[in-house]
């Protein structure tokens, strides 16, 4: 995450749209250092029949472990269309990443085609930075998940401006030793959110403070979890957050308390890292980190855990959504070569190639692309290997992926401040009523100096 929010950047470094000149075709004018080519923003769709030319390809921390992939990848692109060149350009991921990103794109830096992650979509589409794809690329979008693209129109006039790209969905994972030990049966996790309260207890009361449950820390993981339960982050219009008010996220909240009393989560565990890795390979903590690619680091880093972990599917309940979570790719608005910036853009995210990435043995990513989703490569494979469970269990997840526009806010000062008070509530300083009350004011204060 990084240090400078998207928000703060949105609000304090003259990021807003809301005043910029629009187009004949309705695309608001980016307010940049630069000329900023009239195709990139009139009425009509882009040609992109004869691409040619050179544009370049920003990623976030992806070379030094996928060059390998990417590298043939653009290679085949440039192949395919002779004359163009592709120049990737790859930076270590760091804390200052969306400052850099928006600062970049303000100064007309920015490459043409942008990796670009949660965090920092909301801030450049506001600021107009991304081209409107609904206008130059329109149709383009019809294979992705509905529930990710059809919620992805927060741009001017309603459109869109990036194109979803990988991502991983939450499962369970957990620690079936220790649910045999505490009189639970290994081999079924729990299906909802009262359950792992009920295990939890169970768990902590059995072993008497031997072993915990739940890692108290849930900074990367609440969004996902209020979400799933059907919490409702903000006001139908999105003009404010509304989950202080939510039955739900006050019984999780006040849930969460109760069990770091009774002893179900390590007490160190709630201001401390939000990785439980190190707690879970050590066999004290019973669930583990939500992801799949957190059981290749069991089985590299505690490989006699790794055959004892069960895995099942993130919680959720009547009206709750599995949120997408993940990344994007989005087309700058100063770009000096916008039909092969789109098209480039559209190749890296189609189908076939999310999925030939996906069945990279070095990634555990799940496509955005409803047809690549549906290969048989993500079927459950039988047996007993806890990744191949998890790989199928993510998948079908997966296929009712949400984009939910209030996650793009929760970043940044707001996400430091909403995580503040639900710590104060988990270790009782709080009354957790007051503790979500506190974070929804302070965060829509936040929010309304975008105007």
């Given at each position: 995450m990084s240090a400078v929010s998207a928000l703060a950047l949105m609000a304090g470094c003259g990021l807003g749209g809301s005043d910029a000149e629009t187009t004949q075709g309705g695309i608001p004018k980016p307010q940049v250092?630069?000329?900023?080519?009239?195709?990139?923003?009139?009425?009509?769709?882009?040609?992109?029949?004869?691409l040619s030319g050179e544009i370049?390809?920003?990623?976030?921390?992806?070379?030094?472990?996928?060059?390998?992939?990417?590298?043939?990848?653009?290679?085949?692109?440039?192949?395919?269309?002779?004359?163009?060149?592709?120049?990737?350009?790859?930076?270590?991921?760091?804390?200052?990443?969306?400052?850099?990103?928006?600062?970049?794109?303000?100064t007309c830096v920015m490459a043409d085609v942008v990796n670009v992650t949660s965090s920092t979509v909301m801030a450049l589409t506001k600021a107009n930075l991304l081209m409107?794809?609904?206008?130059k690329?329109?149709?383009?979008?019809?294979?992705?998940?509905?529930?990710?693209?059809?919620?992805?129109?927060?741009?001017?006039?309603?459109?869109?401006?990036?194109?979803?790209?990988?991502?991983?969905?939450?499962?369970?994972t957990y620690n079936k030793d220790l649910f045999v030990k505490?009189?639970?049966?290994?081999?079924?996790?729990?299906?909802?959110?009262?359950?792992?309260?009920?295990?939890?207890?169970?768990?902590?009361?059995?072993?008497?403070?031997?072993?915990?449950?739940?890692?108290?820390?849930?900074?990367?993981?609440?969004?996902?979890?209020?979400?799933?339960?059907?919490?409702?982050?903000?006001?139908?219009?999105?003009?404010?957050?509304?989950?202080?008010?939510?039955?739900?996220?006050?019984?999780?909240?006040?849930?969460?308390?109760?069990?770091?009393?009774?002893g179900a989560i390590p007490k160190d565990s709630v201001t401390g890292q939000p990785d439980p890795s190190q707690a879970y390979s050590a066999g004290t903590l019973a669930f583990g980190s939500p992801n799949a690619s957190f059981?290749?680091?069991?089985?590299?880093?505690?490989?006699?855990?790794?055959?004892k972990t069960g895995v099942g599917p993130h919680l959720s309940s009547p009206g709750g959504s599995v949120l997408f979570n993940g990344q994007y790719v989005g087309v700058a608005s100063t770009?000096?070569?916008?039909?092969?910036?789109?098209?480039?853009?559209?190749?890296?995210?189609?189908?076939?190639?999310?999925?030939?990435?996906a069945k990279d043995p070095n990634v555990v990513i799940f496509p955005s692309s409803a047809t690549a989703l549906n290969d048989p490569f993500f079927e459950a494979k039988g047996g007993s290997d806890p990744f191949d469970k998890a790989r199928s269990v993510a998948a079908e997840a997966a296929k009712q992926g949400k984009v939910v526009v209030g996650h793009f806010y929760v970043t940044g000062k707001i996400d430091k401040i909403i995580n503040e008070n639900v710590q104060k509530a988990i270790t009782g300083q709080k009354d957790p009523k007051q503790a979500l009350a506190d974070a929804q004011t302070e965060a829509n204060t936040l929010l309304g100096r975008l105007g």
């Open positions: 250092d630069c000329d900023v080519p009239t195709g990139n923003i009139d009425d009509k769709p882009l040609d992109t029949s004869n370049r390809f920003a990623t976030d921390g992806l070379k030094k472990d996928f060059g390998g992939f990417f590298e043939p990848l653009i290679a085949k692109f440039e192949q395919q269309h002779p004359g163009v060149k592709i120049k990737w350009e790859d930076t270590p991921t760091a804390d200052d990443v969306d400052a850099r990103l928006v600062n970049d794109a303000q409107d794809i609904d206008v690329a329109p149709g383009t979008g019809k294979d992705f998940l509905p529930d990710v693209w059809g919620n992805l129109n927060f741009g001017a006039q309603g459109h869109r401006t990036v194109y979803p790209w990988y991502w991983g969905p939450l499962i369970t505490a009189g639970l049966d290994p081999e079924k996790p729990p299906a909802n959110w009262d359950e792992v309260v009920a295990n939890s207890k169970q768990i902590a009361a059995s072993s008497k403070g031997q072993y915990q449950a739940l890692w108290g820390n849930a900074q990367w993981t609440f969004v996902d979890s209020w979400v799933g339960l059907g919490v409702q982050l903000m006001t139908p219009d999105n003009k404010k957050f509304a989950f202080a008010d939510d039955a739900k996220a006050q019984k999780w909240l006040t849930d969460m308390a109760d069990l770091y009393q009774a059981l290749r680091n069991i089985k590299q880093n505690a490989a006699a855990l790794y055959p770009t000096k070569n916008a039909p092969l910036a789109m098209a480039f853009a559209q190749y890296v995210t189609n189908a076939e190639n999310q999925l030939a990435w």
